[in-house]
Structures are given as C-alpha cells and as structure tokens.
C-alpha cells in the first residue's frame, strides 16, 4: 500500500497548507499559491434522524451560506482557534482541497504535505491535523509551526545567528515568535486574531446601537473602515442590522474612530503578547530585533495602521511582510524545498 | 500635510535614497525627526538615503523601511519600490532561494513511460519463460532418459550440443540388448561407435533395417552388431513403439536415442503439431491441415505434441506409432521414443 502511494506520488505536487481558521491556503511546488478559500465547509442533512450526512459545499460557495442556511443544511468553519474542531469535516474539507489542487488528473492523488500548525497547539491538536490530512490522501504529512513558516515566507534571514522577530496574526490566533539558526528561540500564541477582531466589532455595534449585525456583515467593516491607530481622517460606512428593540432591520452609520475603539480590547491583547515577547527575548536577540524590527505577517497585518500601533507601543521599526496573508503557505512551500536540499528534516515538527 | 505631499510634484529622477531625501528635505524634517518617526537608527536612515544596500538588513526589512518612510512623506510606497530591485549579493543565503533546481513539473510523462517499459518487459517474460521452460526440460529429458551419443553428425553435434551426455554409451549397449549375453554386447559397441560415420552418410535411408517384432529385436542387433553395419540400433529404435504397449520391453527404447529417424505424420483432420529433436531444433510447430503427408528427419529422442491425436497417424522410422490410450483426451505429448516409467519427463499416454 505504501508502495502504491509512492507510486502515485509521482503524480503528486508537493503541497505546502497553511490550514487556517479564516483560510486554507495551499502553495505547491513550482506553481505558487494554487488555492485560497475559506475554511468553511456547507454539509446537508435531510430530514429524519437517520439521513446521511454530505458535503454541499466548501470554501467559498459554502462561505456565501454563513449564516443564511435552511434547516437542513449547516456551514460550520471545522477549525476553531487554529486547530481542528471538527475532526471529520476537517478531513473533508481538505481532501476536496487536495483534489480541487489537482484537478483533471487521471491518478488519485497522493502529494507530501507540509501543514502549518500554531505553536501552541497541543500534541493532540498536532496530531489530529496531521491524521486528517492523512485520511484526506497525503502521502507523507510534515507539521511546521506557523510562525517559522511565516519568517521563511516573509523572506527573513532565518538561518543566520541574528534574532529575528516575527508576528503572525491569522484568523484564530496571533503567534509571536522569535527565530534564530533556523530554530525558534521564543514563542508564544494567543488566541486572538481575526475572529476575535468580528467579534468585538458585533458585540461593540450590539452595545452601542442595540443593533445586531452578522459576522460577515462585521468582517466587512473591518476591512472598510477597521484602523488600529488614530489616523488622520475618519471613514465612514453604512450598515444594516437588526435592531433589538424593535425587532426590525435598521441602518446606521459606522466611523472608524468606534471601529478602532471596538478593537481595543483584541489589539491590546497582541500588543501585550508582543510586549511579552520582547522581555523574554534573550538580550542578544532581543537587541537585534530592535536594530531590524518586527515583520508582521498573517491577515491580521492587513488591518490599517496596525504597525504604527506597534511601533508606538514597543518603540521598535515594525514592517508588514509583503503578501502577507500568503506568507504562511509560501514560506511552508520554501520548507519543503529546503527540507528537501538539505535532506533532513530541518523544521519539521512532531 | 498628506495633500501638499500629493501635489507637490515628486522628485523623479535619481534613485530612492535621493528622492526620499529630497522629499523629507522638502518637508523640512530632519534625520532625527524622521528616525524618532520610524523607531529607526539615525544611521540606518542614512545608508538608506545613500543607497549602501550592502550595510542594510535583507531586502524584506529594506522595503518595509521604505515603504513606512514613503508613507511618512506621504509618497507612494509602491512607486517608490517599483525602483527598488534589491541588491543580490545581500539576499539571505539561506533563505532557500534556489528553487528553480527543484522545480520539476511534476512529471508528466516519466513515470508513464518507466511503466510502460515495465509492462513491456514483463509481457516479454510471460511469453517467453515457457518457451525456456520448455526447452530446460526438454536440455533435461535427454540426459535422464538414456541415451547414446551417436547422432550421425554428433562428431560436431555431440560436443555444441549441450544436452548429449555422451557419458551414457557404456549403458546404453547394455541395456539394449538385455537377451543375448556377453558375447554380442561387447560387439554393439564398436558399432555404435563407428556408426557416427557411417551413419552420417546412410542415415536418410535407414528405414532399410526393418525387423519388425520386438521379440526378435535382440537377435537382429546382434546379428547386425557382428556385422558391424550401421543398423545396429534400429532394432532398439524399433523397439521403441511397441515398448509402450509391452511392458517387458520397456528397458529397450533408451538405446534408440540418439539416432536420425524419419518421422512421418499423415492427418486426416486439422491438428496442431510439434515436433522438438534432441538438438533443440523445431522440426515443426504450428498447425497442420487435414489430408497432410508431412515427413520430418529428427534425432531421437523427439518431443511430440499433438493438438488433435485422433486425426493424426503417425509413423516413425516407417512403422506405425501407437497413438493408442489417448480416447478421452485430444491433446497427446509424449517423446519418442517412449521413456520408460518413472522419468519426471515422461509423459505418455497415461498423462
């Protein structure tokens, strides 16, 4: 049996995924980023407590019903945190990811997967990511902690004996971690990310305009008019909700100044991580982080302003990777290929 | 400021080190002020305006400096970077920057092919093995059955041939002629022995040594044995034929080994046949029509297969072989002549 997966194997790119809350990206070798979706997975359920499960949809056909199903059909985001919540519609999700990849091939495909994982994933969390991507069809599965992944695909000078500091906010968690040779010094996660950035915006708009507005509704007021910093102008938005009190769908006007106020709570939360970071740095390090500066990275870096923020408060140059939502996946995918050069297994993880 | 900053035209020419500097001096900030915005050292700031990529951070922390301090100035970053192509020599070295080596298409065609090629070769060996299975056996019978070297051309053949253990021509006499004593045996040797020779030139027509019954077989070979004429075995070839149907003289068919015989199949229906001599030679192999005379020289012993026994008379040495004992089955293969019982190549008609 293996060796029939090897076979197929060669028929096989090998892919690098960065199996994110928000996201699934998958970069293979030679082609670049092949696939961007939601990690979003529509399943049916007909009526009758016996009726088998299927998979309607996934990624983003299936993140146009968030919200909007009938009873009979649910869409469930299968990763919450950063790791699997769902063991099963996980593994779904990523086998049709893996053959939408390779579609139009004869053969079954078989790839060698590189996996992204938060560093503060537990060994079980590791290790059900890794059996699902097994059960989807891979090969081999090599696990990689996402914020190597993230300083490889920033293009940072991560073998070199200089500290390197990188933050990488996705959708689920914010990981901060501080490399050096090849190796992670420090790191640490938390659970704030994108998600939460929603959710304080829903909660804020609840409070304030006793007005219930959807999650979809609220990650699109961040990417509008979202700012982590004061700036210089304020931008404004209309957005329709329910309003609670009377029951009736109402529209209001949002500015950035109550957006950047909603995000408060969730910002400062990475700050504090990264202020963290820094003191447990140790001094050599720590001193060329400041000399070079923090890469951000992740989608979370695409919120406005979000490295003034950071500067301001550490006081150190803060840069936004280029490409930052795909740095992850493409800095996975140049893993492999190192790992592949260098014959061992430089990053991989257990 | 942000609009002043649009309006005011941008200072083109010269690189990005000179356009940023002309732009802060433009605003009127200094380095220091510009370094208190940045978080950035003073001297950082200043290989950045003169351009010393090689003192720099790699490239990813270059553009990020560039791009804030284009913001500062209220430039655009990305008109600013499009100038910027990084320096090569600096790049990281172990950022895995070489991935044009790697990058194989994933092969498309290789592996089909290698496969094919597999496919190939082992469809050649399924076809094939039996044929060299055949032909093992077939290098093996002769060297269990025994026989005597003695082809007519066996000077040449015997010695190419790998199957033709001569070693056998003591035995062979003996058991040739079990009946008569001492006195003939000795005899059939010198007559086996110069029968290559002789042998060689009358070896077509010796169907001219005719002695039919297999009792007087022994008496016949003696007689001839003292007359030192070539037909001294085809008494014992003779006898082959009627060993199968009388089992006292089953000893008798190894002495006719060895020898050149005419075969003659006559088919009164269609019938595959093969015939394989002693040489390994193919005398024929292949279908054969109904209403056929068909006439083979081969050297004994001579495998036979028979696609279709019941359309078949054959005649070997010009006597009728019996095809007896084969009524349930159509398929014979047998060698003449018929090896005794308990050879492991045997395959008469109780096979």
Known sequence: MLGFKRFLGLFSNDLSIDLGTANTLIYARGQGIVLNEPSVVAIRQDRGSGAPKSILAVGVDAKRMLGRTPGNIKAIRPLKDGVIAD???????LQRFIHKVHEGRF???SPRVLICVPCGSTQVERRAIKESAAGAGAREVYLIEEPMAAAIGAGMPVDEARGSMVLDIGGGTSEVAVISLNGIVYSASVRIGGDRFDDAIVNYVRRNYGTLIGEATAEQIKHDIGSAYPGNEVLEMEVKGRNLAQGVPRSFTLNSNEILEALQEPLSGIVGAVKTALEQTPPELGADVAERGIVIT???ALLKDLDRLLMEETGLPVIIAEDPLTCVARGGGRALEMM??????????? | MTEAAETEPEAEGGGIGQRLRRAREARSLSIEQVAGQLFLDRSTLERLEREDWEALPPP??????IRNYARLLGLDPERLLAGFHPPQPPPAPGAGRSPARRLQPVLGWRPLLILLVLLLVLGLAWYLLPLLQ?????ARAPATGVTVPPVPEAGAGAASGPEKPPVSTPAAPAASSPVPAGAPAPAVVPGSTAGPGAAGAGSSPVPAAPVPAAPTAPAAASASATTGVPPSEPPAATAAPPASAMPAATTQPAAASGRTVPIELDLSQDSWVSLRDARGRRLVHGLLRAGGHFRYQAVLPVAVVLGNVHGVTLQVDGRPFPLTGYNRRRVARFRIPVEPAGTPGRSGPSD
Do not use: I
């Open chain 1, 298 to 300: 992740g989608g979370g």
């Open chain 1, 87 to 93: 063991f099963t519609v996980t593994e779904k999700m």
């Open chain 2, 134 to 138: 055949q032909r093992l056996t077939s």
């Open chain 2, 60 to 65: 990813t922390f270059v553009q990020g400096y």
């Open chain 1, 107 to 109: 053969l079954r495909p």
């Open chain 1, 340 to 350: 592949d050069e260098r014959g061992m297994d430089v990053f991989a993880v257990d």
